[in-house]
């Protein structure tokens, strides 16, 4: 066993779907590494996620008070664990002094931050310009610690667990329901954390009124309590939608997932939780480059991405995607299609 990376701690302290992108590493460093420790440092709020992960011993879960960071009790924390390695995939000023602070031995992250001195072993990749995907941005980190990352594209496997007792609520929910066993099921879940631009709230609803109405299918609506008035602007004119916003938790929501054969999305978490449970994806992405599908995507064979039928040149930033409305150009009766395609091949295949 290499004696430099026996007790390796893996930072991701962000987004949901920036914690999903981060979860094959764990599996890959596990085979590298048979006996190695491999902790996770995230926040509270996705650590369902990582509930049973096969290749993680320990979710250490970073202290905040009121949003805040509580920076010397993280420090006590981390110091506690003996870690040896980090591999800090979402640097931040705060983030990268404690860990410095913690006298970890390798701690690998960014090389163009200007706290990047924090870090003793550099990459020097810039995500901003999304020339990558997020994954591969991950998986070129693994090389500092003497892990092939062509080799390493080739295993990944996210292995989110699906809590029993999840499925079980999940079900009971769905049997209070206008809920068929048998017909397909579609999520779509309208909301976003506001990172990138979204379709624009009209589409999403002739998007759903559309399968509601000609699809023999379930249509279930999902988002967070704060998501409740999109979502109910998009469901209260369909009595066929079962809308279940504010009423899962992440786990729940992971179970839910895992029952639908095709969920549809802006770029958010979930859509990233159904590209890693196999699912298949309708994402809906503007331009920009750093938050492109060509970054963001998730990261799966049975997806269909639809951008703004624009030309911007590679010239394209947030506020010129607003003041065009370009999300608005994507065209509904196209998604539509290609629904009712994956749904008749879908059918094709089981029978």
Known sequence: MNKDFQNILIVRTDRIGDVVLSLPLATIIKHKYPNANISFLLKNY????????????????????NGKVIFWKNIKKIKAENLDTCLILYPTFKISLMLFLSKIKNRIGT??????????KKIYEHRKYGEKHELEYNLNMLEKIAIDPEKARA????????????????????????????????IIHPGSGGSAIDLPILKMKLLTERLAHE????????????????????????????????????????????????????????????GALNKFVIGFYPLIPSCS?????????????????????????????????????????DVFNEIEKILKSKNNLEN
């Not at 090389?111 to 003793?120: M, Q, V």
């Not at 996210?158 to 579609?186: A, C, G, H, M």
């Not at 995507?297 to 947030?318: E, S, W, Y």
């Open 111 to 120: 090389g163009y931050r200007w706290y990047s001195l924090f870090f003793n």
């Open 155 to 186: 295993n990944v496997s996210f292995d989110i667990q699906i809590d029993k007792n999840s499925k079980q609520k999940v079900e009971s929910i769905l049997k209070r329901v206008s809920y068929k066993e048998s017909s397909p099921t579609i």
């Open 46 to 65: 996705t650590r369902d996620l990582l509930y049973n992960h096969p290749a993680v011993d320990k979710v250490l879960i970073l202290e905040e008070k």
């Open 215 to 274: 699809l023999n299918i379930n249509l279930i609506i999902t988002g967070s309590k704060n998501e409740i008035n999109i979502c109910n602007e998009i469901s209260n004119s369909n009595k066929e939608v079962i809308n279940l916003t504010g009423e899962l938790n992440l786990r729940e929501l992971i179970a839910l997932i895992d029952k639908a054969d095709i969920l549809v999305a802006n770029s958010t978490g979930p859509i990233h939780i159904a």
């Open 293 to 333: 599908p060509t970054r963001w995507a998730p990261f799966t064979n049975r997806k269909r991405i639809f951008t703004p039928d624009l030309d911007c040149k590679g010239n394209c930033t947030r506020e010129k995607c607003e003041a065009l409305d370009c999300m608005n150009s994507i065209d509904i009766n």
